[in-house]
């Protein structure tokens, strides 16, 4: 009931291209969804998260789509360049887990030039 | 405003020695919560200590321990290391709602 699956593994994009990433959750409990992105030796960033009252969320190039009835959540890269290969992580938490975070695996995107 | 701060960055212990690792919140961030990063289980939700009190655990055996200070820094003890907690130790801290914010995290090997 508290996990968080995540696809792909991992994901190769030409530069330009805009990389799909997909999460499934369990625990409708949940009300807090967000994308963290981690590069090499650095802890992870917040990027973007959304709430489970709208459908979609953009900020800058990046993207998130949910849907509440499939308990499921993408992030959309738009325009991806090679400043965006990164390891990103989707989370779910909020009333579901009292404010901590149940995280994906991870999906290690590589953009190429 | 500065970032949650980790100290140390890398550190090498020998199995059976214990070790402490420190955070300091953002400024302002009462909340501070502790993660284990491996490349198998992924990120893994520690405790979280909030006015000096623990108010989360998960699902880690009693050798691993924290405490949060009144300045809300927060160190996390391990002790009887053993070879499978090499890992990233990251700490994340949080104001009131839920965006947490991470340092750059304590890389632990243990030989």
């Known amino acids: 009931q508290q996990q968080v699956k995540q696809s792909p593994q991992s994901l190769i994009v030409q530069k330009g291209g805009i990389p799909i990433i997909n999460c499934a959750y369990e625990n409708t409990a949940f009300d807090y969804f967000p994308w963290y992105q981690q590069f090499p030796g650095k802890g992870p960033a917040l990027l973007i998260a959304i709430r489970p009252d709208v459908s979609e969320k953009k900020e800058g190039r990046f993207t998130i789509s949910f849907n509440k009835s499939a308990k499921q959540f993408s992030l959309h890269i738009m325009d991806s360049q090679p400043g965006d290969s990164a390891t990103y992580f989707c989370a779910a938490g909020g009333r579901g887990s009292q404010g901590n975070l149940i995280f994906g695996k991870g999906t290690k995107l590589s953009v190429k030039p | 405003k500065a970032g949650v701060t980790q100290t140390p960055r890398y550190l090498i212990k020998t199995r059976g020695q214990q070790v402490t690792l420190s955070c300091s919140p953002i400024s302002g961030h009462r909340s501070v919560s502790w993660y284990q990063q491996t490349p198998g289980q992924g990120l893994q939700f520690l405790f979280e200590?909030?006015?000096?009190?623990?108010?989360n655990k998960g699902n880690f055996p009693g050798r691993f321990s924290g405490r949060q200070f009144s300045n809300s820094r927060s160190e996390m003890n391990v002790s009887t290391l053993e070879l499978g907690d090499s890992a990233l130790y990251l700490c994340?801290?949080?104001?009131?709602?839920?965006?947490?914010?991470f340092g750059p995290g304590t890389r632990l090997t243990v030989t």
């Open positions: 200590y909030f006015s000096e009190t623990q108010r």
């Open positions: 994340a801290s949080r104001l009131s709602g839920y965006e947490q914010y």
